[in-house]
């Protein structure tokens, strides 16, 4: 069971996460962290449940008002106790944030096609269609012709902006719970999990799905760790394999982290496939070393290396490779 202090840090840390993207998720994360009762609540749940994304989705899946005050959320919890804490046990995280793609693509265009991607915590797989987007880095440049929907990240230091989309020969993904872009239920479980406020979050989720499902995606169900070799057997047939994840690698526990990356450096340094990680500094210390990404920033990097800081949800890009 996690200590109180422990569940008060962690709701607080999120509060700053949340900061300037969504003042209900900061209100109700700090609103978590003074209270006691709401702790005990959250002790009951085994300790990667307790994760806040999915506390707050679940409250709001039962009819917590967002945007809302902490009261009416609190509410939720309390009189409907069984029914989100079910929910909490069943569902998962799988924002799937296509938006991601604004920080990922670049990095994409510079390596040699064709490629053939796949996606570690692939959920639904929308992020694996990065040539069916046009893209738009205020301040760097942008990319176009796709004939799909735009998306946009503010971008500062020497972007290398692609002169043509990725041409990805081949793409699949593993993810321990895969969503079916077809399913509404799992696709409206998907926009629970987008933010209040963000109502351009919505409206991208939902463009994205439209992209995926004229395609669905290849995610085979299970541990990385067993299906992803065999992923990349079947990519190297196609195209230059590319393993990617964004905020993915942080729910594996510490051993599996270091496991992760034993493992992937290990491919990169055999020439088996080139590696993007876009997740938390503290979560791949080794790759993220000395590199400071500033305050709720992600460690962009490239087989290892850091390249850029990253806005979590791909709205900023901030790049640091000469």
Same mark, same amino acid.
């Given at each position: 069971?996690q200590?109180s ?5 962690r709701?607080?840390d999120?509060?700053?996460y949340a900061r ?8 109700w ?8 009762e709401?702790h005990?609540?959250l002790a009951?749940l085994?300790e990667p449940?307790q994760?806040?994304?999915l ?5 709001r899946?039962?009819?917590?008002p967002a ?5 009416g959320f609190k509410?939720v919890?309390?009189?409907?106790e ?6 909490i046990?069943d569902?998962?995280?799988?924002t799937?944030?296509v938006?991601?793609?604004a ?5 994409l265009?510079?390596l040699d096609g064709?490629?053939?991607l796949i996606e570690?915590?692939?959920s639904a797989g929308l992020c694996l269609?990065?040539d ?11 990319l ?9 990240a503010t971008?500062?230091g020497p972007?290398p ?6 041409d990805?020969?081949?793409?699949g993904?593993?993810?321990l719970?895969p969503?079916? =872009?077809?399913d +509404?239920?799992?696709? $409206?479980? @998907?926009e629970?999990l ?5 109502? %351009?979050?919505?409206?991208r989720l939902r463009?994205?799905v439209?992209?995926a499902?004229r395609?669905?995606p290849?995610v ?6 067993d299906h992803l070799p ?8 196609h195209?230059?394999?590319? =393993?990617f994840? +964004?905020a993915v690698? $942080?729910y @594996?526990e510490?051993?599996d982290?270091?496991?992760?990356? %034993?493992?992937?450096?290990?491919l ?9 990680s876009?997740?938390a500094?503290?979560?791949l ?8 990404p500033?305050?709720g920033?992600?460690v962009?990097?490239?087989?290892g =290396?850091?390249?850029?800081?990253a806005?979590?949800h791909?709205?900023a890009?901030?790049?640091?490779s000469s």
């Open positions: 069971m200590m202090g422990e569940i008060a840090d709701y607080r999120f509060a700053t300037g993207d969504s003042p209900t998720f900061e209100a994360a700090l609103g978590i962290a003074d209270d006691p709401v005990a609540w009951d085994p449940k994760q806040p994304n506390v707050l989705a679940a409250a899946w039962h009819g917590a945007p809302g005050e902490y009261a509410a919890l309390l009189e409907h069984r029914s989100v804490k079910q929910t046990r569902r998962a995280t799988q799937n944030e938006g991601r793609l920080a990922l693509t670049p990095v265009g510079t064709p490629l053939a570690v915590g692939a269609f990065p069916r987007y046009d893209y738009d880095w205020p301040g760097a440049g942008a176009t012709g796709s004939g799909g929907p735009t998306l946009t971008a500062t972007v902006v692609p002169v043509r989309h990725p990805v020969a081949w793409r993904g593993v993810d719970n969503l079916d =872009v077809t +509404s239920d799992a696709m $409206a479980w @998907l629970t987008v933010w209040p406020e963000q109502d %351009d979050r919505r409206e463009a994205a439209a992209v499902r395609e669905p290849y085979v169900r299970g541990d990385l760790f065999a992923l990349l057997d079947e990519a190297g047939r195209g230059t394999p590319v =393993v994840h +964004s690698i $942080a @594996l510490d051993a982290r270091e496991r992760f990356h %034993d493992l992937m450096t290990g990169v340094d055999d020439g088996a496939c080139h590696w993007i876009n997740e500094p503290q979560v210390p080794r790759v993220t070393r000395d590199f400071d500033g305050p920033r992600f962009l990097a490239l087989d =290396v850091p390249v850029a800081a806005h979590g791909g709205h890009l901030e790049w640091r």
